[in-house]
Each structure stands twice: as structure tokens, then as C-alpha cells.
């Protein structure tokens, strides 16, 4: 029962936050609150027992998606957000109220939270399960298939950061070293 | 209400997408888009880890003494998209810094009205 009360309570602020970020037009605010934000997702994975996602959402959501964020309004020097003139107010809503409703509909049918019979629990998850610790010897199952079973997708996964570091190399990197040299680069902490 | 219980964690997701959904096409300031785009992200986060959860299970570490264990699958792929969607975030972020020093603006009205496009 209390670990429903706690599901319950720490979604509805992460609800909040969110209202609170697309309303506020401070950007060192909006992104202290995606901070704040990122912090409660992870403490949400904690609660249903994604520990490896919850310490990765902590380090890298909160920790370094924030950081790249003020170095960039740092850079940029723009602190606020201006108010868009012209542009039709309903429109945005309606599209989001009808995908929203068409996404609830959709899930209507999915089972429960946390039923241990849905399809997902059955199919290939007691596998891993069950023959992890015999093939791998790895007791944490998350690491046993990033690490062994699906080695190769987590090689692919450097790949893509590596490209990803490059190009902002390639984006700001040399263009900012030539126009004011000697200053703290923000961006590049990623690569 | 069991139903609404059991369903909330998949409501509040949704609700989360709409809310990053709606910052991207409303807003016109290039760093709150992509803001809304971490918030849309962590909402599908959100969906995944709210479907690998067991209830009574503990979190997917092999110990003595434990038989029901959370489904460790959608944590594994989660947890490459989350690093993933920071490598997008920091390109993004990067290509905001680039339109400033073209445009002077990180405004997107500002840069249609100079590009006499829209």
C-alpha cells in the first residue's frame, strides 16, 4: 500500500514540475526545474526497481543534460524567454488534447501496473532471469545482457556519442577558439 | 478504482509527453524546445520502467532467498537511451549555440522574420 502512495505522490510532482516548466519564462528557472525534474524520474525508477536506469537518469539526466543547459544560455546570454506574438494560441492545445486522449484510449487495454502476468513478464524476460547467472556470471541482470548478451548494441552506443562529440566539436569547437580565444568552453565537456 | 491505480503511472506518461509535445510547437525559444524534448523523452522513460515493474518483485540483482524479480529488459534498453538522449541534447544544444552567433537570436520568430521566410 505505501509504496503506491509513493508511486502516486511523486508522479503528480513530476506533473507539477512539468506545468511549472512550460508556464515559466525564466530560462535559468525552467532549467533548475528540469533538474528537479530529473531527479524525481529517478527516484520514480527507484520505486519500481530500475536501479541501474535511476543512478544513470541521476548522473547523466540530471547531472549533465543541466550543465550542457546553462553553458548554453551561459553562451548564449539569453536569460528570457520572450512571449511569441502572432501565432494561434488553440492550435498547439487542441493537437496535444487530441493526442492525448487517443494515447489514453490506448491504454486502456494494457494490464495494470505491476500485474505479473502481462505479456511482457512471459516472454523472453525468465530467460535472463533464470540462465544470466549460469552463462555469465554476472549476478546484476542489467549489466549481464548490456555488458554480454547485447555487447555488440553497447559498442554501437559509443559509436553514436562518439559522432555526437564530434559534431559539436565540429559545430563550436573552432569557430569559438577563432572568434574569442582563451575562453571557457562549455559545450565540449561531453565528447 | 483499482483500475485507476493500475493505470495512473501510463496517464501521468502520457500527460508528461503532451506537456514536452506542446512546449516543442508552442514555444518559440530554441533552448525551451529543446527542454520539452527531455520532458517528452523521460515520459517514454517513464512508460517502459512502468511496465517492467513486478509487483512484490525486487530490483533485478540475482541474490539468495529472492524468486520474483522486476523484468530487467526494458531497464537495459532505457538505460542506452538515456545516454543517447544526452548525445541528441548536447547536438541540439551546440546547433542553439551556432544560431546565435549567426542570427543573433535564439528566438525562432527573430530568425524566420531575418530569413523573410514564414
Redesign the interface.
Known sequence: MID?VI??TL??F??IT??A??RITN?FA??ML?GI??FL?AT??VV??????AF??AA??AG??TV??L???A??K?QN??Q????I?WL??A???L??TA??YG??D?P?????E?P??KH??PY??ER??PETGV????TA??ASY?GF??LG?VF??F???I??LL??GD?RRK?TPGRNEG?EN?A | M??I????????A??????????V?????L??K???L??FQ?SV??LY???????????????KGIE?????????L???A??????????G??????I??AYG?????EIHRQDHSL
Open positions: 503506491i508511486d502516486i508522479l503528480t513530476l506533473a512539468a506545468v516548466i512550460v530560462l525552467i532549467i528540469f525534474f530529473s524520474s520514480m525508477f519500481m526497481d530500475a536501479v541501474d536506469v544513470t537518469e547523466v539526466g549533465i543534460s550542457l543547459m553553458a548554453t544560455i553562451l548564449t539569453d524567454e520572450k511569441s506574438v502572432g501565432r494560441s498547439p492545445l493537437v496535444v488534447t493526442t492525448g494515447l489514453v491504454t486502456l494494457i495494470a501496473f505491476g500485474d505479473p502481462a511482457a513478464q523472453v524476460a535472463y532471469i544470466s547467472v549476478p546484476n541482470i542489467v545482457v548490456l547485447r548494441d553497447t552506443e553514436v556519442i559522432t555526437a562529440g559534431a559539436v559545430l563550436i569557430k572568434s559545450g561531453d | 483499482d483500475f491505480i493500475g493505470h495512473y503511472n501510463y496517464w501521468i502520457i500527460f508528461l509527453m503532451m506537456a514536452g509535445f506542446y512546449t510547437i508552442s514555444r518559440g525559444n533552448v525551451k529543446i527542454i520539452g527531455n520532458i523521460v522513460f517513464l520502467i512502468s511496465m517492467s515493474t513486478v509487483k512484490g518483485g525486487a530490483p533485478p540483482i540475482i541474490t520474483i524479480y522486476s523484468n530487467p529488459l526494458p531497464h537495459v532505457i538505460l542506452t538515456i545516454v543517447v538522449g544526452v548525445a541528441t541534447t548536447a547536438l544544444l551546440a546547433l542553439v549555440v551556432r546565435k552567433e537570436t535564439i528566438e525562432e520568430d
